[in-house]
């Protein structure tokens, strides 16, 4: 079984650009969530999608938006990048909506903002 | 808001030794509580988790009891063994969706 796939693995923007980040979920997962993880503020929520609809929010700016589409895959974008805005950002699936702790992470899009 | 303390940032055991790496919680709810562990240029994979007070999550030697007089959910192994070297995160859930709170993580480096 396919794991969770993210792309692209690695980018480099520059400060005012937008980016954009796709998540493929493991096959059947319904759920799809996204993480920041920096040195200074760890692991943090961004958002978590199921069946196309945003059922939680985390605490970041606007600027950090996210879809997901009929077939469970997912993309995050960041508009008007800054410099702080440099970070893996890791994306997870889960097959439902329970809290199971049954998240399943890629191996994470790693952002540097020059 | 909800939040998740460890207190140490780096463990430096030796081969054989007793582990117990610390993990605080508070929640106005009644979460269920997870230690995930991370390897380099992977994503953090779960470890063990404790659904409800008084559960004991168990993993490969590892357990964490899940206490809610103290909220705590301290992970503990008797004898760690070198290819336990990673980072281990403490987080909770609420019981509203996937949304965690992570610790700020607890390198373990076990010396040979």
């Known amino acids: 079984k396919a794991g969770v796939t993210q792309t692209p693995r690695y980018l480099i923007k520059t400060r005012g650009q937008q980016v954009t980040l796709s998540c493929s979920p493991i096959?059947?997962?319904?759920?799809v969530s996204w993480y920041q993880q920096t040195p200074g503020q760890g692991l943090q929520f961004l958002f978590e999608?199921?069946?196309?609809?945003?059922?939680n929010k985390g605490n970041f700016p606007g600027r950090f938006s996210g879809r997901q589409f009929s077939n469970s895959r997912s993309e995050m974008n960041v508009s008007t990048l800054e410099l702080g805005d440099s970070a893996l950002y890791l994306c997870?699936?889960?097959?439902?909506?329970?809290?199971?702790?049954?998240?399943?992470f890629g191996e994470g899009s790693r952002l540097t903002v020059l | 808001g909800d939040s998740v303390v460890q207190t140490e940032g780096q463990v430096l055991p030796s081969e054989g030794d007793s582990l117990i790496v610390n993990c605080s919680y508070e929640?106005?709810?009644?979460?269920?509580l997870f230690w995930f562990v991370q390897y380099p240029g992977e994503g953090p994979q779960l470890h063990l988790k404790?659904?409800?007070?008084?559960d004991k999550g168990r993993n490969k030697g590892f357990e964490a009891m899940y206490r809610k007089e103290t909220t705590s959910f301290h992970l503990e192994k008797d004898s760690v063994q070198e290819s336990d070297s990673a980072v281990y995160f403490c987080?909770?859930?609420?019981?509203?969706?996937?949304?965690?709170?992570f610790g700020a993580g607890t390198i373990l480096r076990v010396k040979s």
């Open positions: 997870a699936s889960s097959p439902g909506r329970d809290p199971t702790g049954e998240l399943f």
């Open positions: 096959s059947g997962h319904r759920s």
């Open positions: 999608y199921f069946s196309e609809t945003q059922r």
């Open positions: 929640t106005t709810q009644y979460p269920s």
């Open positions: 404790a659904m409800k007070a008084n």
């Open positions: 987080a909770l859930s609420e019981l509203n969706g996937n949304k965690l709170v």
